[in-house]
């Protein structure tokens, strides 16, 4: 196994260049991409939730996260499950006014 995928869900969105179950999840577009989840995170204020557990962030996004020495902050941006992402897609900030 790639060491990269160690502790990852195998469908993780940060593993589709690893695992063959994240790029099957990826072109049913079943999960969003590792860039979309980057974008949630810093755009919108969200952090998207790992798909086998609604309450911890994507433990790519953490790992990616990590790699670039930027820290998670869940104050700034709460886990968003996926329960909720997974139905109603992933979501956008509130414009301001």
């Known amino acids: 196994m790639n060491k990269r995928c160690d502790n990852l869900c ?3 969105p940060f593993e589709a260049a690893f695992s063959e179950a994240a790029c099957k ?3 049913y577009g079943c999960l969003p991409t590792a ?3 980057v974008s949630a995170y810093r755009n919108d ?7 086998d557990n609604d309450k911890l962030p994507c433990r790519g996004l ?15 941006a ?7 992402w997974h139905q109603n897609g992933l979501p956008k900030r509130a414009e301001e006014d």
């Open 25 to 27: 999840a990826q072109n």
């Open 62 to 76: 953490v790992r990616y996260l990590n790699e670039i020495k930027e820290r998670l902050d869940f104050k700034k």
């Open 10 to 12: 195998k469908a993780c």
């Open 35 to 37: 860039s979309d989840i």
């Open 45 to 51: 204020n969200v952090t998207i939730s790992c798909h």
């Open 78 to 84: 709460p886990v968003y499950g996926y329960s909720v």
